[in-house]
């Protein structure tokens, strides 16, 4: 599976630089970057949004990019 990312301004209010995640042209996640400044995890990946296998109420945050890849493949490689 590969996964494609596109930056994307997000209308967060706060941290707005992100990442639209896409599986075969279909967009599965929206991520946002973390300030340095964030309380909870500064410099982070946020699931602001999922789709499909994605969606769910855990809006987890990740460390890098390649973490945030890698758990949004495992949730699209299994089967429903």
């Given at each position: 599976m590969t996964l494609t990312l596109q930056p994307i301004r997000v209308a967060t209010?706060?941290?707005e630089d992100g990442m639209m995640v896409l599986d075969r042209q279909r967009l599965v996640a929206v991520l946002v970057h973390l300030?340095?400044?964030n309380e909870v995890?500064?410099?982070h990946w946020y699931?602001?949004?999922g789709f499909g296998r994605i969606?769910?109420?855990s809006?987890?945050?990740f460390a890098s990019l390649d973490t945030a890849q890698d758990w949004i493949a495992q949730r699209l490689a299994?089967?429903?």
């Open positions: 209010g706060f941290d300030s340095d400044d995890a500064p410099g699931l602001e949004a969606d769910g109420a809006h987890p945050t299994r089967h429903p």
